[in-house]
């Protein structure tokens, strides 16, 4: 095959577009389609002066996902005097995948000149996933411990660091898999979470409630072509899926996605764009109604609906077995 723009040979397909691109016209494409989101989403300061930059960061797992993003925010803003950009790494403590994935996110960083942190369940809740998933109090998936306790590290460091926006790698099929698993279990009012007109579609919480803003750069590229561009440009991402990884809804809801973009291409965009309409006339919806006010964690002082958040309620479960 050839590239549609220069004729050389192309290096990949896009059957929801039907075009063939080259390594250089695929690798233009997949940089315009992130910054064109972070465009639409308004991330780009206005006001901020070169003394007073706003900071950015980003959620840096070692994975291909935010191991483009990081990649391309540099490349895009690591020059611009108006953004400093931080890199936070969240050791999960599981046995040889995390290790690797952080030796990628250290070379990467370094690589970059970009300011970067790490930090440890281990370090900071005194427990390790590998012991989690062998304890499992609450009858878990492994997931649903990981995910509490790694949105706690990154809106607790976020805020620690003054961010103005947490950026993280969630590409298209993340968001498709999301927006389909919503509307099957029929969760209007999560749909009116992940989105705020004030906003546009950042993460659910803003800093108005407490939280720093989330946005997802990447999440108009699918994952294949993700993984394409970290491997033509030889970016040291970390590819293995993690060996405790066990969602096994959303696991279906990929397998159903990727069967329904082979035989309609296009399904993914069209699924995440009906979801954000749709989410948009959901908050209209429930905005205003009343909701349960967030108050400090008695135990660490984190914001929820409830005196204990769900965080410390699984630690304790954890420490009492």
Request: negative net charge.
């Amino acid at each position: 095959m050839e590239c549609d723009k220069c004729g050389r040979d192309a290096v990949m397909h896009a059957g929801y577009s039907g075009a063939h691109l080259c390594e250089e016209h695929f690798r233009a494409s997949v940089e315009k389609r992130v910054r064109r989101r972070i465009r639409r989403d308004g991330l780009v300061p206005q006001d901020a002066s070169p003394g007073d930059p706003e900071r950015w960061v980003i959620g840096l797992s070692g994975g291909k996902d935010s191991v483009v993003l990081a990649q391309i925010l540099d490349e895009t803003f690591g020059r611009d005097p108006r953004i400093e950009l931080v890199a936070l790494t969240i050791h999960e403590g599981i046995e040889g995948y995390r290790d690797e994935s952080v030796d990628a996110c250290v070379e990467l960083a370094a690589e970059l000149d970009l300011r970067h942190e790490l930090v440890s369940y281990e370090e900071e809740f005194g427990v390790r996933m590998d012991d989690v998933v062998e304890d499992d109090p609450e009858g878990m998936a492994p997931c649903a411990y990981c995910g509490v306790f790694r949105r706690d590290l990154l809106e607790t460091y976020a805020a620690e660091f003054d961010a103005d926006i947490l950026l993280t790698g969630h590409n298209l099929d993340d968001e498709a898999q999301t927006a389909l698993m919503n509307v099957l279990e029929g969760d209007v009012k999560q749909m009116a979470k992940h989105f705020d007109a004030s906003l546009g579609p950042f993460d659910e919480r803003t800093d108005d409630a407490g939280f720093v803003p989330r946005a997802k750069p990447l999440r108009d590229v699918p994952e294949k072509e993700v993984a394409l561009y970290a491997q033509l440009r030889e970016l040291p991402a970390h590819i293995t899926e993690c060996p405790h990884a066990s969602e096994a809804f959303r696991g279906e809801i990929q397998e159903l996605l990727l069967k329904l973009e082979e035989n309609h291409p296009g399904t993914r965009h069209s699924i995440v764009s009906g979801y954000e309409e749709l989410a948009s006339m959901a908050a209209d919806r429930y905005r205003g109604e009343s909701t349960p006010e967030m108050e400090a964690c008695d135990r660490c002082g984190s914001q929820t609906t409830g005196d204990v958040c769900r965080k410390c309620r699984l630690l304790e479960s954890l420490a009492a077995t």
